[in-house]
């Protein structure tokens, strides 16, 4: 069974452009979270995803989005990028939003940096 | 609001010599823990889990944690060190009930040494 694939796995990015993230869960996962990781802040919630709906949403600025589609596939968007996004962007999926068990299982990471 | 406290940013220790990782934690709910493990430019890999079953657990790789309410802690423990742990260490719980937001701690570098 394939694990979470993200991709790309690393980028580089200019101040004030814009990325796109992409994750693709475990099959037959409904459920895709967002995390980041910096060395200074470690790993924080952004948002998770159900059935294409946020189900909820970390403290971070609304320079970041995402979005799930039909087929679970999810992506995360970050606009005029500072340099303090620079980060691991990891994605995580679970069978599904209050499927009892709370585990999650972790793609390999996007890395982000911004010059 | 929950959250994770890990005593200890590096831990070092002996190939062969007991490990011990520190978690401590509060919630207003009963929790659900974790153990997670990072190695160099990859994601997080479940270790361990507690749900509210048994406090002692077993999990992946010989290591093991003990659910301490009374404490609040979550330490994670081994009996013997091998090189190949070497590696980031999370803790994080959650809400429980199923929902999957995980509150991380900010993790512990276990060093081991031949």
């Known amino acids: 069974k394939a694990g979470v694939t993200q991709t790309p796995r690393y980028l580089i990015k200019t101040r004030g452009q814009q990325v796109t993230l992409s994750c693709s869960p475990i099959?037959?996962?409904?459920?895709v979270s967002w995390y980041q990781q910096t060395p200074g802040q470690g790993l924080q919630f952004l948002f998770e995803?159900?059935?294409?709906?946020q189900r909820n949403k970390g403290n971070f600025p609304g320079r970041f989005s995402g979005r799930q589609f039909s087929n679970s596939r999810s992506e995360m968007n970050v606009s005029t990028l500072e340099l303090g996004d620079s980060a691991l962007y990891l994605c995580?999926?679970?069978?599904?939003w209050g499927d009892g068990t709370g585990e999650l299982f972790f793609g390999e990471g996007s890395r982000l940096t911004v010059l | 609001a929950q959250s994770v406290t890990q005593l200890g940013s590096h831990v070092s220790v002996s190939e062969g010599a007991l490990v011990l990782l520190r978690c401590n934690y509060s919630?207003?709910?009963?929790?659900?823990l974790f153990w997670y493990v990072q190695y160099p430019n990859q994601g997080l890999q479940l270790l361990l889990k507690?749900?509210?079953?048994?406090?002692l657990v077993k999990g992946i790789n010989g290591f093991e944690a003990e659910f301490k309410k009374s404490e609040t802690s979550f330490h994670l423990t081994k009996p013997s060190a091998h090189m190949s742990d070497a590696a980031e260490y999370f803790c994080?719980?959650?809400?429980?009930?199923?929902?999957?937001?995980?509150?991380f701690g900010k993790g512990t570098m276990l060093l081991v040494s031949p």
């Open positions: 099959s037959g996962h409904r459920s």
């Open positions: 507690y749900t509210s079953a048994a406090t």
């Open positions: 919630s207003s709910v009963p929790p659900y």
């Open positions: 995803y159900f059935s294409e709906t």
């Open positions: 994080a719980v959650s809400e429980g009930g199923g929902y999957s937001t995980l509150t």
């Open positions: 995580a999926s679970s069978l599904g």
